[in-house]
């Protein structure tokens, strides 16, 4: 049987990446995972990290992402893909590069080492990354200031575009760009040009 293929969507809030992640995961036959919280103790998890009344350092912060990426990628991910499903998951271990380390200032080097042992190999075969300027996503967003990251400054949410950007120029033969700005079925459309060239294991 052989291993299904791994995309992630990455991007910050308000970018459409869930709605294209959804999309793709439905059209595909693809199953469908998120983070933070996508198994019961991730949800606990994501109670913790999301709220913004919770008082916690950026370190901490970052190894309860880690904490639910490790038993996520275990539970969810990896056995699906060992048993030759296709997975589409809305964020990854990118997302704690780009908020944690980028946006927190959290070292990138410890970051890098501790991600490593949280998915051991399994890694996407492919990152979109749906990017929006700032201003864009500002618009869009309906800001809920008990969210920890929807309540944070656009000096943060700029940081973490940046640091999205950057870690796409690091690895061009595992990230895509595509800009976000246009209709939903404009950013559908070019989504599918890139999902068109890969192989997928039932084709």
């Known amino acids: 049987m052989s291993r299904g293929l791994f995309l992630v969507f990455e991007g910050i809030d ?31 998890l994501r109670r913790w990290v ?33 048993g030759g499903r296709s ?46 300027p700032l201003e864009v996503a500002d618009e869009r967003r309906v800001r809920n200031h008990e969210d920890r990251f929807e309540s944070a400054d656009l000096a943060f949410h700029e940081r973490v575009r940046q640091g999205y950007l950057e870690l796409a120029v690091q690895g061009p033969d595992r990230w895509v760009v595509i800009d976000g700005t246009p209709s939903e079925d404009d950013v559908a459309a070019r989504v599918d040009a890139v999902l068109a060239t890969l192989a997928w294991p039932d084709e």
Do not use: N
């Open 87 to 132: 997975v589409v998951s809305d964020r990854y271990y990118a997302s704690t590069l780009a908020y944690q380390g980028y946006g927190r200032g959290v070292d990138l080097a410890e970051l890098r080492a501790a991600t490593a042992m949280a998915i051991g190999s399994c890694v996407p075969d492919l990152t979109l990354l749906i990017d929006v």
């Open 14 to 44: 308000a970018s459409g990446k869930s709605t294209q992640a959804r999309r793709v995961a439905a059209q595909r036959g693809a199953l469908f995972a998120f983070e933070p919280g996508d198994t019961p103790m991730g949800a606990e």
């Open 50 to 82: 999301l709220d913004a009344a919770t008082r916690m350092t950026p370190t901490t912060e970052s190894l309860l992402m880690l904490a639910d990426r490790s038993h996520h990628t275990t539970t969810v991910i990896e056995p699906a893909l060992a």
